[in-house]
């Protein structure tokens, strides 16, 4: 009997319903481990099918495809070492989030997920039926625990997995970015072999898909807790892990342990990767943004450019007379610096043109808002204009301060395709531009050095709608209105916790009635790259009519 054990581990990135494409990435970790002697190739949950593909499972004709996919990668798998993926599997009347063990041609073990996620972005209750608490499977000369995903963040399966003779644990995971995810799954793997005593192999997938990120990020652990392995974080990759047998049982042999960027770079990263993937799974090459001489449209532009590359980013800025010229000139400092094209279409003459139109039912009312949504509002037909006629997927460009507070105009800055920077507040911004000045990496496809102008960045925002106008004359100063954000919608807190970290309760009040009166907004707006668990989307739901307000 050997006494060493190897495991290819296949961080990849499948894509949602591609079935065949995933299983080619799947056939080439296994052509991949084949040839470097392994006894299994793992890859992470539901990688037939892509993560999270939410209701498209239930589909019964999506479901005996995924049966005729799995067949086949059996069968063209069939000599060489076991093959375990996940994959959505239907036994009898139910559905189960599974994971599949191929070995000579057939499914010779399934196990089937117990705990089923039900919050943040999960929903897996109401898909999938739970599985009992099962053992391990052999595989070679060992006996291999797989508990799946959020079953390792459980005591109760591995435990009975180790008291029913498993060796060691290898648990696939689709488990989403979100800032400090990485030290919460640590905590929890620890947990697990601190329990059972047993080496635990933690494999996670790569890549975007809609809101979410999947960093990547597996690892290995011995028991006591000890890291042996860490492959990069977002990258995709095909490492290869041993496992030596000595008298106390299995240990991971130590191996690469990739560095852990800090927090400013994997938000960045995320922003970056979820574009990427977003226009490539979804066909489309290039993207348009209005570019206003901002911050928060120079850090879009960036962030397009590091995904996509300067030739597939077109900056378009559509000034009114209320534009100033620092703006002008900023918004064509951030094109050139970037190296995109930089067109200016001015809105002048479209304003006076519907001021015209409407003059007549107007007669006799003051202007004020609606004359300033006006504008954006015809900036975001301008821009979609050029978007339908060069096949351009439009960005917009609102930060989660202004989507949390409504501070943005639907059907004008908010229409588009996809929004790099909804889940990062505004204080946030200032210094992701900062640090994307100071920055640069491989990953990135844009030009090093300073491609946000400081200028930009110490300028008081402004929507420039009217003369003078500042964000501030709406809203409390940037660094107040996010702390109390943070508080009322991250943390779900309430108006006595904003008075009691130090804001004024009438301030605080008002901020909860933009928040809750602008979820029509938010219910309608574009997706974007999620980066805390307090994101607007699926982690945060709630009712469009609500007259509900905090009493205290």
């Not at 400090?180 to 192999?201: C, Q, S, W, Y």
């Not at 290869?240 to 560095?259: C, N, Q, S």
Request: net charge negative; proline share 5%.
């Amino acid at each position: 009997m050997s006494d060493r054990f190897r495991i290819t581990l296949g961080q990849l990135n499948p894509t949602v319903g591609d079935l065949a494409g995933n299983a080619a990435l799947a056939r080439e970790a296994w052509e991949a481990g084949r040839d470097a002697g392994a006894d299994i190739v793992a890859l992470p949950e539901m990688f037939i099918t892509g993560y999270n593909a939410q209701d498209l499972v239930m589909r019964r004709a999506f479901q005996l495809d995924v049966m005729t996919h799995i067949e086949a990668l059996a069968a063209e798998c069939a000599e060489g070492p076991a093959l375990a993926i996940g994959a959505p599997w239907v036994e009898g009347t139910k559905l189960y989030n599974a994971c599949l063990i191929l070995k000579g041609g057939k499914i010779v073990s399934t196990v089937l997920k117990h705990h089923l996620p039900n919050e943040t972005v999960f929903d897996e209750v109401r898909i999938f039926d739970a599985g009992p608490l099962g053992g391990p499977y052999s595989v070679g000369n060992s006996r291999v625990g797989s508990p799946i995903c959020e079953d390792a963040w459980h005591e109760d399966v591995a435990e009975t997995l180790a008291e029913t003779g498993a060796e060691f644990l290898l648990v696939p995971n689709g488990s989403p970015y979100y800032r400090g995810k990485f030290d919460t799954r640590i905590n929890h793997m620890v947990a697990r072999v601190v329990e059972t005593g047993l080496p635990l192999i933690y494999l996670n997938m790569v890549g975007g898909q809609d809101d979410q990120v999947f960093d990547g990020a597996s690892f290995g652990l011995n028991p006591g807790g000890e890291l042996a392995v860490q492959l990069p974080v977002f990258d995709a990759t095909i490492a290869h892990v041993d496992l030596e047998r000595g008298p106390e049982g299995w240990r991971i042999v130590p191996g690469e342990k990739a560095a852990h960027p800090g927090e400013y770079e994997q938000d960045y990263r995320v922003m970056v990767t979820a574009l990427r993937d977003y226009m490539r799974k979804t066909g489309f090459k290039k993207v348009l943004l209005g570019l206003s001489g901002g911050v928060d449209s120079a850090i879009v532009a960036a962030i397009a450019v590091d995904a996509l590359g300067a030739e597939n980013v077109r900056c378009v800025m559509l000034p009114s007379e209320y534009t100033s010229q620092s703006s002008l000139e900023d918004a064509e400092a951030v094109a050139k610096a970037l190296g995109c094209r930089y067109d200016y279409v001015p809105i002048t003459k479209g304003r006076a043109a519907i001021t015209e139109t409407l003059e007549p039912l107007f007669e006799g009312l003051e202007p004020g808002l609606t004359e300033e949504n006006i504008q954006s509002r015809l900036r975001g037909l301008l821009l979609m204009a050029l978007s339908n006629k060069f096949g351009e997927m439009l960005l917009t460009t609102g930060n989660k301060s202004e989507v949390a507070v409504g501070y943005a105009t639907i059907y004008g800055d908010m229409a588009g395709g996809y929004n790099p920077i909804k889940d990062l507040y505004k204080t946030r911004v200032f210094e992701t531009c900062r640090w994307r000045n100071d920055n640069h990496r491989d990953w990135m496809s844009g030009p090093e050095g300073e491609v946000i102008p400081v200028r930009v960045i110490e300028k008081p925002p402004s929507a420039e709608l009217r003369e003078d106008q500042k964000d501030s004359d709406s809203l409390p100063d940037y660094p107040e209105l996010d702390a109390m954000l943070e508080i009322l919608v991250d943390q779900a807190g309430s108006i006595e916790d904003c008075v009691a970290a130090g804001f004024d309760r009438e301030v605080a009040k008002k901020v909860e009635h933009l928040i809750y009166i602008s979820e029509y907004k938010r219910f309608q707006s574009a997706p974007g790259a999620r980066l805390t668990k307090g994101a607007f989307w699926l982690d945060r739901r709630y009712p469009i009519v609500n007259r509900w307000r905090d009493p205290s």
